[in-house]
């Protein structure tokens, strides 16, 4: 089974849709021309704020780099002062070793001492 479309009735509709396609452009158009209209008035109403915005942009940027650099600066003091700590408590403890191993020979010599002393007086019970 075949349909046929008689070369009139084709045309006709080639012919609406190209006039429908027509209507849709001119209607985007028409948009289109419309919020371009809104941007333009958008940019007269507030052309003094966008220039002075414009002119402040660079000391904006000069600031944000005065501020970065600030910061790496602070962030290298930091790193300093970590690693001095670092060391602080690295000698106090090689040290606080060191007199604790001083102490523990202190206590031993006062030790053997204190045993020669009681060797010597009997103070054994007598039967």
Not at 113 to 119: D, E, M, Q, Y
Request: proline share 2%.
């Amino acid at each position: 089974m075949s349909i046929t479309i008689p070369y009139e009735l084709a045309n006709f509709i080639l012919y609406m849709l190209g006039a429908v396609l027509i209507g849709i452009v001119i209607v985007t158009f028409l948009n289109i021309n419309k919020f371009i209209r809104r941007i333009d008035a958008l940019l007269e109403k507030n052309e003094e704020n966008i220039s002075q915005t414009v002119e402040t942009l660079p000391q904006i940027a000069q600031n944000i780099n005065d501020t970065t650099l600030g910061i790496k600066h602070g962030v290298d003091k930091i790193g300093e002062t970590v690693e001095t700590v670092e060391t602080s408590v690295f000698d106090t403890l090689f040290s606080l070793t060191g007199n604790v191993e001083n102490v523990l020979d202190f206590i031993s010599i006062a030790g053997e001492i204190i045993k020669t002393i009681l060797g010597i007086f009997p103070f054994r019970k007598k039967k």
